[in-house]
């Protein structure tokens, strides 16, 4: 019988960083596996892929509480976070950090292979427990040998879903033709006077983990940056 590593996950949870999702990299899809492989040489031992996230309110307040002043304040937090737990609780191993960073991963990809992701109309994931209030903070590959993680197994929320807030909620209409109209929300978002300058009105009509809505001012935050992102490339 393997045996295998504990997981420490007191650290991260204590954090906000609050799921975490461990993977045997040569188990892992083709998609997967190709974003990954170069990382994965002889001078690479790694065994695992660890898939962080967050969910709720804990990790805003644990990246305010902290100080950090920087044009991202979560993903240094995160990167800080990650890199002091598994230094502290696993020395004897190694590990590279794959996102945040400049190496193309598909996130939603491994969320839906942790069973933590469902699609939604407005192209944010669900979850039946947290609704859309969480998400993807870092991928780590290393050499440990902990248990692999078993895909969280739950029912797609918006199938039970009788009024589609979300759609008819939506000021600018984009979610009307049963799916994702960019166009039309981009336009909308760059209109003066938009109501989804700095939220989106779809996603905050969502009723599903309600109780977990992260707090104005981290809503404020992450869609300022997409707002500025859209000013400089749309």
């Not at 994931?125 to 969480?134: A, K, L, N, R, S």
């Not at 109501?195 to 009723?207: F, G, I, L």
Request: charged letters at 20%.
């Amino acid at each position: 019988m393997e045996t295998f590593q504990t997981f420490e996950s007191a650290l991260l949870n204590g954090a906000g960083l609050n799921r975490q999702a461990v993977f045997n990299i040569d188990s892992l899809p083709m998609d997967i596996a190709a974003c990954v492989q170069l990382h994965c040489g002889p001078d690479h031992a790694y065994r695992q892929l660890i898939l962080i996230g967050h969910a709720g309110r804990q990790l805003w307040e644990s990246v305010t509480h902290s100080g950090i002043a920087s044009e991202d304040p979560i993903d240094d937090f995160t990167i800080q976070t990650v890199s002091h737990w598994f230094a502290q609780c696993h020395p004897q191993n190694t590990c590279e950090i794959l996102y945040p960073g400049m190496q193309a991963i598909g996130l939603q990809r491994l969320g839906q292979l942790a069973g933590w992701h469902h699609p939604t109309p407005f192209m944010v994931g669900i979850d039946q427990e947290w609704g859309t209030w969480f998400a993807y903070r870092a991928v780590l590959l290393a050499d440990t040998r902990f248990k692999p993680s078993t895909p969280v197994e739950t029912m797609h929320p918006c199938n039970a879903c009788d009024h589609k807030r979300c759609i008819t909620n939506c000021p600018a209409g984009a979610l009307e033709e049963g799916q994702f109209d960019f166009g039309k929300c981009v336009g909308y978002r760059k209109q003066a006077g938009s109501s989804c300058k700095a939220t989106c009105v779809a996603r905050t009509s969502c009723p599903v983990g309600s109780e977990h809505r992260y707090r104005d001012e981290q809503i404020r935050h992450s869609y300022t940056i997409s707002m500025q992102a859209i000013e400089k490339y749309y």
